[in-house]
């Protein structure tokens, strides 16, 4: 399998997790970048997620004839689910592969129940943690856990250690949420994910593992 990422310009989590993922299960990775400077709720921000532009990045992974073209973003968790749905849509129409998220691969998770107790683990400000979870309420799923670090700057988000992570999801775990949400594909929390479901007992889903997992499943599906 050839399997597409379309990444924010800043991140540098996805590209190495990937290919680390791509030489075990022997498939390749092939990336495009979304110009993306910061995350914040004023309209020059938002306008870095443009569809069209999107449409552009992915048409250079179509030239590669992949399999499957994933956004590597969590822009959808404050722009809105439909955001990505319509994005994704937009993508496949013009390049002819399918087409996920990150955001949208994470939010099945929480399809099983009807109304689930989330954790929201993020880098980000106040302003756009309480957007993310206004929109997890409006889909009906109940915040009960939010630990945000206050960042706007999406490169600084990859030197925040992982030991810092595992906390906050120690901190959100006292809730007793069904899910942790590890909200950013540019935070390390791949490396304590695994080993915090396992000593919490609750499922705790890294952002960028995440990205990986639905490029794997939607070309695996689509063949």
């Known amino acids: 399998m050839r399997l597409g990422f379309v990444v924010p310009s800043s991140n540098t989590v996805v590209e190495p997790l990937a290919a680390a993922a791509a030489e075990a299960g022997g498939w390749s990775a092939h990336f495009s970048r979304l110009s993306v400077f910061d995350v914040a709720l004023d309209e020059a921000s938002q306008s870095q997620f443009e569809r069209q532009r999107h449409v552009e990045a992915s048409r250079l992974l179509a030239d590669a004839d992949v399999d499957a073209i994933v956004w590597g973003g969590t822009s959808a968790s404050w722009l809105g689910e439909a955001h990505d ?108 994910a695994e080993s915090l479901t396992a000593e919490l007992g609750v499922l705790v889903v890294d952002s960028a593992a995440a990205t990986i997992a639905a490029a794997v499943g939607l070309a695996s599906n689509d063949g």
């Open 85 to 192: 749905r319509d994005m994704c849509a937009a993508v496949s129409a013009d390049t002819g592969t399918p087409a996920t998220s990150c955001v949208l691969a994470m939010n099945v998770l929480l399809e099983p129940h009807s109304s689930c107790r989330l954790g929201l683990i993020t880098p980000y400000t106040d302003d756009v943690q309480e957007r993310i979870v206004g929109n997890y309420e409006a889909l009906g799923h109940a915040c009960v856990a939010s630990e945000n670090l206050g960042g706007s700057l999406s490169s600084d988000f990859a030197a925040i250690e992982p030991t810092v992570l595992a906390e906050l999801v120690r901190k959100a775990s006292a809730a007793s949420p069904d899910v942790i949400f590890i909200m950013c594909t540019n935070l390390r929390g791949a490396a304590v």
